[in-house]
């Protein structure tokens, strides 16, 4: 605890004032949700407490120092995401909220990415990997790991039942399934209204109104694209800064460094 202190003391003043803010304002979610009865969220918000302390476990236990800005931004992507986006159902609330959020978190991963290895780099006699390289490895290091969170999403909706991947209407479908003569033509359907679902019983279940319920990929494909865009932006901006550090001085705002001291 007495490191974690010590750490507090040496960040600086803006991502520390940051952190307790949300800090705070996490505490009292959680103390809200308990009083509402509603443990799903209270566990949600505890989450959220030890992710906003990871940033400077990591920092400790591996020696190294995020810039302000980049510890500053995962503080308030932790927040955006879990209690805004999850609590407060800002996803449903507000157009293209995940999709800032993937776009970010493209961006954040390519940073880290680029950062892990520009610290080989900097801090080995044998490997000196050129911009390019290290500008198309982190990038690839992003879409990897945009690549397993909806690996995740798809696993928890097929297992728990969820709806990580949101489903959206669309009023026009395309498919194989619809040619009568199975030669595999893609048949398209458009102008749907409405939707009319039926158990094997011929039961009607449920009437969907204003269209086709596409089941979640369209919502993965978006976020995987906006997470590309993240991604190659700071690839770019890290390509400019490996070459040159002292004019391109952008990318530095998010490069993790070593930190001799811890």
Known sequence: MEELKKEYKETKKSSLLVYFVLRFL???????QIFLGHIDSALLCVLSLFLLILPIIIQRRFKITLPNTLETIIYIFIFAAEILGEIYNFYGHIANWDLMLHTLNGFLCAAIGLSLIDLL??????????PLYVAIASFCF????????EFFEYGFDKLLSMDMQKDELVTSITSVEFDPTQSNKAIKIRDIAKTVLYNSAEEELLTID???LDIGLNDTM???FVNFIGAATYSI?????????????LA????ITKNEEL
């Open 26 to 32: 996490v505490i009292i979610c959680l103390i809200r």
């Open 121 to 130: 780099n900097n801090n080995s006699q044998k490997i000196k990997l050129s």
């Open 142 to 149: 992003s879409m990897t790991i945009g690549v397993c969170w």
């Open 210 to 212: 204003g269209g086709y």
């Open 222 to 224: 978006e976020d995987l």
């Open 237 to 249: 901006l890290g390509y400019f800064y490996i070459k040159n550090r002292n004019k391109y001085k």
């Open 252 to 255: 530095s705002k998010f490069i």
